[in-house]
C-alpha cells in the first residue's frame, strides 16, 4: 500500500493533538511574547496546541461567511467618474475596439478614461487621433511617457522637447512613470537612475511650465520588500509571482525609494505630482496626511489599494473627508467587473465583504460611505481641476 504523504502528515498531526488532548488543554507552554512553535496557535494565554486534524493549507482555505447583514452592491457609481489610472492598452488602436470599451464604461458610469500607457510620438498621435475620430471622442484622453533610457549629461534637451511634441498632439499630463524608475533603470554610465537624479529636474520644470499633472508609480507595497515569512500579510502573493519580490541584496529598499521620490516632490513644488495607488500608503494614513500636509503639489491616486482603504472603513472615511481635494479615483489593471468594489467601498455603509483578488487581501472589505460633495471631487472634480486638457463638459456642476 502507497501512503502519502498528506496521510502521513495527517497521522502527526492526529497524534500530536491527541497527546494534547490527554493533557487536557495544559498544552505547550510559551513565555509572554514569544510565538507557538510551528503547527500550533495560542489557546490560552501562554499555552499553544496544535489543531487535531492536518490543517488545510491557506490556498485552500475558503471559510463561508456566515454574517447576515444588509448588502448594498453598487453596479454604476453615483457620479460620472474619471478613472485618473487607466490602462486601455490596445483598446486604443481602433475604433470599433475603443467604442466597445466606452459601452462598458457607460454602464459602470464611468463618464472618462485617462489612458496612463506612456504613449509618446508616432504611438500617442495614433492614439489621439483614434479617440478624436469617434463618436466617444470626449470619453478618453492619455498621458505621454517619458523615456528614462540612457539618462546622463544633456539627456534632458531631447526629453523635454519630446514632451512638447506630445502635448501638442494631445497628451494631457505625464505618466505613468513607472516603477522601474528607481527600481530597475539604469544610467548611462551604468549606475541606477535614482528617482531624485538632478539629470531628470527640467523635465520636471517643464511639466510645471506646461501645467501638466505628473502621474507616477514608485516602488510596490512595502510588504514586497520584505522578508517572505509568516509575518509577511503578502505571503501569498509573493509566492504565487516570484517577480514582485524585491531582496534587498538586489534593488534598494523601500524606505530609500519613498525617500528618492519625497525628495522629488519636495524640490520642485511648482509641479503636480499625483501618486499612484496613494503612494502605497494606504496602510499608513497618518503618513500621507504629512506630506499631503508638507507638500502642497501632491495629490494621490487610489487605484489598487482597496483592500487597505475597505479595511479601517473609519480613520478612511475620515481621511478622506480631511483631504477630500488630495485625492483622485482610478483603477489601473481594466477589468470592468472590479469597478463596483470600489463604488461599494466609497458610497456604503455595508460590512464585512469580500474584495476582488484573494491573493491581496485575506480579508474582507467594509464601505466608507463618504459624503456626497467628497464623493464628487474623488470622483471627478480633483481630477479636472489638476489636469486642464481634460474635456469640462458633461460633469455635474
Ligand atoms: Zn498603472
Not at 494565554?45 to 448588502?71: E, F, H, K, N, W
Not at 467618474?81 to 486604443?92: C, K, N, S, T, V
Not at 499612484?276 to 499631503?292: E, I, K, S, T
Amino acid at each position: 500500500m502507497r501512503i502519502s504523504r498528506s496521510l502521513v502528515t495527517a497521522l502527526v498531526a492526529f497524534s500530536v493533538g491527541a497527546a494534547l488532548v490527554a493533557q487536557r488543554g495544559q498544552g505547550t507552554p510559551i513565555k509572554a511574547g514569544e510565538e507557538c512553535p510551528p503547527g500550533m496557535t495560542e489557546v490560552r494565554p501562554g499555552s499553544c496546541q496544535a489543531p487535531t486534524m492536518p490543517p488545510p493549507s491557506i490556498v485552500d482555505y475558503r471559510p463561508r461567511s456566515t454574517l447576515v447583514t444588509a448588502a448594498h452592491p453598487v453596479p454604476r457609481a453615483k457620479y460620472p467618474a474619471i478613472d485618473f489610472h487607466g490602462h486601455p492598452q490596445g483598446r486604443l488602436t481602433s475604433a470599433a475596439s475603443l467604442s466597445e470599451m466606452v459601452s462598458e464604461l457607460d454602464q459602470l458610469n464611468v463618464g472618462l478614461m485617462v489612458a496612463a500607457d506612456n504613449l509618446s510620438g508616432d504611438r500617442l498621435r495614433q492614439a489621439v487621433s483614434t479617440i478624436a475620430g469617434s463618436p466617444q471622442k470626449n470619453r478618453v484622453r492619455v498621458l505621454a511617457g517619458i523615456d528614462f533610457r540612457d539618462v546622463g549629461p544633456g539627456w534632458a534637451d531631447k526629453a523635454v522637447p519630446q514632451l512638447e511634441a506630445d502635448v501638442k498632439a494631445g497628451a494631457v499630463g505625464v505618466g505613468e512613470i513607472s516603477k522601474s524608475l528607481g527600481l530597475s533603470v539604469m544610467k548611462r554610465d551604468g549606475s541606477r537612475l535614482k528617482i531624485d537624479d538632478p539629470d531628470l529636474d527640467p523635465v520636471w520644470d517643464a511639466c510645471a511650465r506646461l501645467n501638466l499633472p505628473v502621474f507616477i508609480h514608485t516602488a510596490d507595497p512595502q510588504q514586497f520588500f520584505a522578508p517572505i515569512d509568516n509575518h509577511n500579510e503578502r505571503w501569498l502573493e509573493l509566492a504565487l509571482f516570484p517577480g514582485r519580490r524585491y531582496p534587498s541584496d538586489r534593488f534598494p529598499s523601500f524606505e530609500e525609494l519613498m525617500t528618492e521620490r519625497d525628495h522629488v516632490f519636495a524640490r520642485h513644488p511648482r509641479t503636480k505630482f499625483v501618486a499612484a495607488h496613494m503612494g502605497w500608503h494606504a496602510n499608513d494614513l497618518p503618513r500621507l496626511g504629512r506630506m499631503f500636509d508638507a507638500m502642497p503639489n501632491l495629490s494621490a491616486e487610489l487605484g489598487a489599494v482597496l483592500y487597505d482603504i475597505g479595511r479601517q472603513p473609519r480613520a478612511a472615511h475620515d481621511f478622506f473627508v480631511k483631504y477630500q481635494d488630495r485625492i483622485l479615483f482610478g483603477k489601473d489593471a481594466y477589468e470592468p467587473s472590479e469597478y463596483p468594489y470600489y463604488w461599494r467601498v466609497f458610497e456604503t455603509r455595508d460590512d464585512y465583504f469580500d474584495y476582488y483578488r484573494d491573493y491581496h487581501a485575506f480579508w474582507k472589505l467594509y464601505g466608507i460611505d463618504l459624503p456626497d460633495p467628497v464623493l464628487r471631487k474623488v470622483y471627478y472634480a480633483n481630477a479636472l481641476k489638476l489636469a486642464p486638457g481634460l474635456p469640462r463638459d458633461a460633469w455635474p456642476q
